[in-house]
Each structure stands twice: as structure tokens, then as C-alpha cells.
């Protein structure tokens, strides 16, 4: 049977997902890939529900967001799937979440895929600790509304994480349309976090050949507990809090099919 891969998207309500997502399916995708989307409840409920995609072979679908408790679930059986994140939850929460899911499913992670809603970032600072966040499992950062933003203000941010050799890849999103969705969706890895990395990757051999990790030195791959975002304290909160976004996003103007 051939690979099926799942696709998560990052991104906060009001940023460009829905024109983004639809981009990469329409024109991402051969024509002859069935292809399924997933919206939590909470963003299809903001004025709009169907994303704008023409392509033949995707359906779209909702999933419900309680939390990272109750966790994600998403009925998938498509050739190849995207989770969008609920757009004003915790992407710690989410990404921990979706990480759960994925080890029960049949799926290999294509790409972790955050949209940046660039405008609003520049106008609110604090989006910027919660986009840390994001970008941190992203292999791909698609730059969306920069129309209010100056140039010096993208190479700034993107600076931000080129500084510390982050490896993913920054995309410019023009009027709701990439330059290359097929080249967004290769599957290769380019993010810093290694929580989805393969565990036995990072297995380092004693003297005498025998399997040995130094747990000082051992990487966070496969495991929650060892990534930066997703450590907890010894009273369950997260060691690095974000802050909460909804009274920063949530109005009458932001919704998913308006992004």
C-alpha cells in the first residue's frame, strides 16, 4: 500500500488559512489524490464553514476541540489529510495532541505547516511568544497579510529564528497564493523540534557495541516530555506558559473563511 500522509497546519484564526489550505489542495496535489480537510467545530462556526476548494477528489470535515484533555480526533481514510488546528487554541496543546493521534493512525507526518498572519504579529506582540510556539514544529512558515508590514519588519522576523539555525523553510503568501504548493508539501523534515523524529535514530553505542543513550544527551525525539513547548512542570502546567490568544483574535471580522 502506498504512503498516506497528514498535513497540520499552524496558524491563528483571521491569518489566511482558508485561501492557503485550498491553494495547497487545488493546486498541490495531483488530480487523481483524494484528499480529506479537517476544521475544528469552534472556527467552522465563524460565519463560514466550506473552505473555497475546487479540487473534485476532497471532502471537507469537522473535528471537535475541547482541549488537549479530551484530544483530537479525526476520522481519516483519504489518501492524504490535513488538520487544520483549531485557530485560537494553545498550539503546545494542539501539537502534543495531534502527536498522540498520529502514533494510532496509519499516517506518516508529511509536514508541520504554520501560516503566519503577519500584519497582526507586528500589531500584537504578545503573538509573537505563541508563534515561537508554532514555529518551533514547523518544517515550512507560509508569510501571509503582510500588506500592512515592512520589508524590514519580515527579514526581522524571520531573523529571529534564521539566528538560531532554525531549518524550516519561509514561503511568501501573495494574495492568498504560494509560488510552489507542490514544493510546501514534499515530505521532508525541516523543523528543529524532534519530538516527531524516529527514537531509534538517536540510539549511541558503548565500547562494546551494545545499545547505550546517555540521558543527559538524549534528544526529545518521540517524546513529549524532552521538547522545550511541550515539558511540564511537577503541577502539570507547561514549563514555557503561552499566552491565551482568544481576546486577541476573536471578533465579528475574524473567521476561517474570511482569512
Given at each position: 500500500?502506498?504512503?498516506?500522509?497528514v498535513?497540520?497546519?499552524?496558524?491563528?484564526?483571521?491569518g489566511?488559512?482558508?485561501?492557503?489550505?485550498?491553494d495547497?489542495?487545488?493546486?498541490?496535489?495531483?488530480?487523481?489524490n483524494?484528499?480529506?480537510?479537517?476544521?475544528?467545530?469552534?472556527?467552522?462556526?465563524h460565519?463560514?464553514?466550506?473552505?473555497?476548494?475546487?479540487?473534485?477528489?476532497?471532502?471537507?470535515?469537522?473535528y471537535?476541540?475541547?482541549?488537549?484533555?479530551?484530544?483530537?480526533?479525526?476520522?481519516?481514510?483519504s489518501?492524504?489529510?490535513?488538520?487544520?488546528?483549531d485557530?485560537?487554541?494553545?498550539p503546545?496543546d494542539?501539537v502534543e495532541?495531534?502527536?498522540?493521534?498520529?502514533?494510532?493512525?496509519?499516517?506518516?507526518?508529511g509536514?508541520?505547516?504554520?501560516i503566519?498572519?503577519?500584519?497582526?504579529?507586528?500589531?500584537?506582540?504578545?503573538l509573537?511568544?505563541?508563534?515561537?510556539?508554532?514555529?518551533?514544529?514547523?518544517?515550512?512558515?507560509?508569510?501571509?497579510?503582510?500588506?500592512?508590514?515592512?520589508?524590514k519588519?519580515?527579514d526581522?522576523f524571520?531573523?529571529?529564528?534564521?539566528?538560531d539555525?532554525?531549518?524550516?523553510?519561509?514561503?511568501?503568501?501573495?494574495?492568498?497564493?504560494?509560488?510552489?504548493?507542490?514544493?510546501?508539501?514534499?515530505?521532508?523534515?525541516?523543523?528543529?523540534?524532534?519530538?516527531?523524529?524516529?527514537?531509534?535514530?538517536?540510539?549511541?553505542?558503548?565500547?562494546?557495541?551494545?545499545?547505550?543513550v546517555?540521558?543527559?544527551?538524549?534528544?526529545?525525539?518521540?517524546?513529549?516530555s524532552?521538547?522545550?513547548?511541550?515539558?511540564?512542570?511537577?503541577?502539570?502546567?507547561?514549563?514555557?506558559?503561552?499566552?491565551?490568544?482568544?481576546?486577541?483574535?476573536?471578533?465579528?471580522?475574524?473567521?476561517?473563511?474570511g482569512d
Amino acid at each position: 500500500m502506498s504512503e498516506r500522509f497528514v498535513y497540520l497546519i499552524l496558524g491563528s484564526r483571521g491569518g489566511g488559512r482558508s485561501s492557503v489550505v485550498s491553494d495547497l489542495v487545488d493546486f498541490g496535489l495531483d488530480s487523481s489524490n483524494g484528499s480529506q480537510v479537517f476544521i475544528s467545530e469552534d472556527d467552522a462556526a465563524h460565519r463560514e464553514s466550506v473552505l473555497p476548494i475546487r479540487h473534485a477528489l476532497c471532502e471537507q470535515k469537522r473535528y471537535l476541540w475541547k482541549g488537549a484533555d479530551e484530544g483530537v480526533i479525526v476520522e481519516a481514510s483519504s489518501e492524504t489529510v490535513f488538520v487544520v488546528a483549531d485557530g485560537i487554541s494553545d498550539p503546545a496543546d494542539f501539537v502534543e495532541a495531534f502527536f498522540n493521534w498520529l502514533q494510532g493512525s496509519d499516517y506518516e507526518l508529511g509536514r508541520i505547516i504554520t501560516i503566519a498572519d503577519c500584519n497582526r504579529i507586528q500589531q500584537e506582540r504578545k503573538l509573537l511568544q505563541w508563534y515561537d510556539c508554532c514555529i518551533h514544529f514547523s518544517d515550512v512558515v507560509l508569510l501571509s497579510n503582510r500588506s500592512e508590514v515592512s520589508s524590514k519588519w519580515i527579514d526581522e522576523f524571520q531573523d529571529r529564528y534564521l539566528k538560531d539555525y532554525y531549518p524550516c523553510l519561509f514561503v511568501f503568501v501573495k494574495k492568498g497564493r504560494l509560488p510552489n504548493p507542490s514544493l510546501v508539501l514534499e515530505p521532508e523534515a525541516r523543523r528543529i523540534s524532534k519530538l516527531f523524529d524516529e527514537a531509534d535514530e538517536y540510539v549511541f553505542l558503548d565500547d562494546e557495541d551494545e545499545e547505550e543513550v546517555d540521558e543527559e544527551d538524549e534528544p526529545a525525539a518521540g517524546d513529549p516530555s524532552k521538547d522545550p513547548f511541550l515539558a511540564k512542570l511537577g503541577n502539570g502546567r507547561r514549563s514555557l506558559a503561552l499566552p491565551n490568544i482568544r481576546n486577541l483574535i476573536v471578533s465579528e471580522d475574524d473567521t476561517l473563511a474570511g482569512d
